[in-house]
């Protein structure tokens, strides 16, 4: 799917289109998609004197100024430097991140409760200047001094499709993050296709929960921009606002982590999450016992996979599926390629594991700060970094990360299928699984789950894994928390987990099993 539009674009055509729908709804009441425009057009005028007077302003063929130079398109020159920006779901820092990409201003949306040297660090990659969302808002002429918005070159133009739009950082879960590049044309065309997956109901309204920080709240930013329908703002997420967002807003939509999704169900005493008309579970495998949960309190939800450098969904299930506890998240969306490929590179036959490669439009253009680094080979195909199958009918099962895979006794093992098999008790929350170096086996099997303080000494649990994992790849050892830790995007942090673990971890029933047996090929 090939878009030649921008979000900018988009939002000129919703203004155009349906001037006085529902664009931005929330505490602060509802704005329109014709005053959303004029507030953004505003905020970009303030940007691009910041620009100006930073000694950044755009280059390119002199078009004019005015409303035709931000109609343009920028299509030599520079681009201008990006801003860093911290941002959370509400209805000024939307605006902010609209008023970006309407001014052609690369974005670097930072989590608010970022630590300092974090945020440092990730802006130092990109290149970004560090801005606060008051100084974005602030009136044009006293952010740049003597500099007008009328004042901007005649040069000054609008972004390209093929500009970028996000700087996105990757989650971070089992690694230091990176900050990927996503234009215009991949965050519309990934919005497309999943609004052609997901279609909208006349009266579907998206909860905006998730981080601006995050592609998956980008995403629902973008999706209902091109859509035209309402976003539904929750700018600090607790169990009330989402059931506020549903009664007094009319949200009908909400983006979850699986972590969210479960803590909603538990505080659901009224049968609030069943007014939903869609809950679409992403970030990181949904375990089959929350899907069942959600399913039995009447909640459609739907899987999906994707990540930052895919502009969040590559596959998901359709409205039809939901509820069905189908294995897997899904098929390929629209201009969506999977494929599987061997440790030689060759792609393999459906059901047989291998690595989680994507093509299509909807890919980043790289990393910042490594413009030499080569994302995509000549294909033009993304190693993702997964290890998962495709079924026959195209779903995709995910099994985790492959730098994880754990070698014991010459056996190979994904922590992803041992921790499906620990959240599928009834006990355990969530779960990371990691290795730990033994002299003997290499590595053994540990696990830390989040669950209650007995569930150690559950008899049901290793009774469990033995129904669902081989001997070789059940945990040896054990630590039970109350709460695991968690990333700001509700994933647990897989990188800092073991090492919190170690001084807690306990036996575990141990298995009998050989060294290790002919082929030595476990789970993976």
């Given at each position: 799917m090939r878009l030649s539009f921008t979000l900018g674009d988009a939002l000129r055509s919703a203004a155009r289109h349906a001037p006085g729908d529902a664009a931005l709804v929330g505490d602060d009441g509802t704005l329109t998609w014709a005053a959303l425009a004029e507030n953004v057009d505003r905020v970009a005028a303030t940007l691009r004197?910041?620009?100006?007077?930073?000694?950044?302003?755009?280059?390119?063929?002199?078009?004019?100024?005015?409303?035709?130079?931000?109609?343009?398109?920028?299509?030599g020159g520079a681009a201008p430097r990006p801003h860093a920006v911290a941002l959370r779901p509400d209805r000024d820092d939307v605006i902010v991140l609209l008023a970006h990409a309407v001014a052609g201003i690369p974005l670097l949306p930072l989590h608010p409760a970022l630590p300092e040297a974090d945020a440092?660090?990730?802006?130092?990659?990109?290149?970004?200047?560090?801005?606060?969302?008051?100084?974005?808002?602030a009136d044009a002429a006293a952010a740049a001094g003597s500099a007008k918005a009328s004042a901007w070159p005649p040069s000054t133009r609008g972004p390209g499709p093929d500009d970028d739009l996000f700087l996105v950082p990757t989650s971070g879960s089992s690694g230091q993050p990176k900050v990927a590049r996503l234009t215009h044309r991949a965050v519309l065309g990934a919005a497309a296709a999943l609004t052609e997956r997901l279609p909208f109901g006349p009266q579907d309204r998206w909860i905006l929960t998730l981080p601006l920080s995050h592609v998956g709240g980008l995403s629902v930013v973008a999706r209902c921009l091109c859509a035209r329908h309402a976003i539904v703002l929750v700018p600090r997420f607790s169990e009330d606002a989402v059931w506020t967002a549903m009664a007094r807003d009319g949200g009908t939509r909400l983006s979850a982590v699986p972590a969210i999704a479960d803590r909603l169900l538990h505080a659901d005493r009224h049968g609030q999450l069943a007014r939903l008309s869609l809950m679409m579970l992403g970030g990181q495998a949904a375990p089959l016992a929350l899907r069942r949960a959600l399913a039995e309190a009447g909640v459609p939800a739907v899987a999906s996979y994707g990540l930052t450098e895919s502009c969040a969904a590559a596959t998901c299930e359709s409205p039809a599926e939901a509820g069905r506890l189908l294995p897997g998240c899904g098929t390929a969306l629209r201009g969506v390629a999977v494929s599987i490929a061997g440790d030689d590179g060759a792609v393999l036959p459906a059901g047989t594991p291998g690595?989680?490669?994507?093509?299509?439009?909807?890919?980043?253009?790289?990393?910042?700060?490594?413009?030499?680094?080569?994302?995509?080979?000549?294909?033009?195909?993304?190693a993702t970094g997964d290890l998962g199958w495709l079924d026959d009918a195209g779903r995709l099962h995910v099994q985790g990360r492959r730098a994880e895979v754990i070698v014991t006794g010459g056996e190979k093992v994904v922590p992803g299928v041992v921790e499906a098999a620990l959240r599928e008790h009834a006990g355990v929350r969530d779960a990371v699984v990691f290795g730990r170096s033994d002299a003997r086996w290499g590595a053994i099997v540990c696990a830390a789950v989040e669950g209650?303080?007995?569930?150690?000494?559950?008899?049901?649990?290793?009774?469990?894994?033995?129904?669902?994992?081989?001997?070789w790849a059940r945990p040896r050892q054990l630590a039970v928390f109350e709460a695991l830790p968690r990333l700001n995007t509700g994933k647990v942090d897989r990188l800092g987990t073991p090492e919190l673990a170690l001084p807690s971890l306990r036996p575990f029933p141990v298995p009998s099993f050989p060294l290790s047996r002919p082929g030595g090929i476990g789970l993976g």
């Open positions: 004197a910041l620009v100006a007077a930073d000694g950044g302003a755009f280059e390119g063929t002199p078009r004019g100024a005015g409303e035709g130079a931000i109609e343009g398109r920028r299509t440092a660090r990730l802006a130092a990659t990109a290149g970004a200047r560090r801005l606060t969302p008051d100084q974005c808002l690595r989680i490669r994507l093509a299509g439009p909807a890919l980043l253009a790289g990393y910042a700060g490594q413009p030499g680094v080569t994302v995509l080979d000549s294909a033009g195909r993304l209650p303080a007995a569930l150690h000494d559950d008899a049901t649990l290793p009774a469990l894994l033995a129904t669902l994992l081989p001997p």
